[in-house]
């Protein structure tokens, strides 16, 4: 009879990660406005790692998270977008898959239908960050948006951020997208 206590227990882990791509995109948006207002992705390491003490200290003294990944992250940020952004994170999966084949960590046997299933995964995943990075629709204007753009149009943070180098904040995306992947398979 608890029916609704086991629907709820089978519906978390879904739940957990529709929150924390919500809390993944509000971050990016946040840390994309930060970065647009001129704070340096060294700072924002820190603020971030402040709050996150704060927020989630019990849980400080038993996981032990290096920054690198995180200053490639905000360095890339700083020179894209939050879209570009967030799109280079969910690759992090697939090229996790890509590392861990090329030290030898996971094997690849064409022939079983699990192989073919990840490496076919990781096709998707790749292309369909591209198309994503790449796409390039209409503004989408927001309230907020428009005031900040009418306050500071004049300052170089408040350029447009096809002006800004985005080769460079691309590869600062990969470096992190390699760190998050290589912590992963550290930690394995």
Known sequence: MGGRGEVMRRAMPYLTMITLQFSDAGKNILSKASLGSGMSQYVLVVYSHAFATLSIAPLAFIVERPVM?????????????????????SITPAMTFVVAVLTRMEKVEPKKVIYQAKVVGTLVTVAGAMLMALYKG??????????????????????DSSSNNWFIGSGFH???????????????
């Open 69 to 89: 990944d995180q200053i490639f992250y905000y360095a890339g940020l700083k020179h894209t977008s939050a879209t570009f952004s967030s799109t280079m994170s």
């Open 138 to 159: 209409p503004p989408v204007e927001l309230v907020w948006s428009k005031h900040a753009h009418s306050l500071g149009s004049n300052s170089p943070a408040a350029t």
């Open 174 to 188: 990969i470096l992190a997208t390699l760190a998050s992947a290589s912590q992963s398979l550290l930690r394995v």
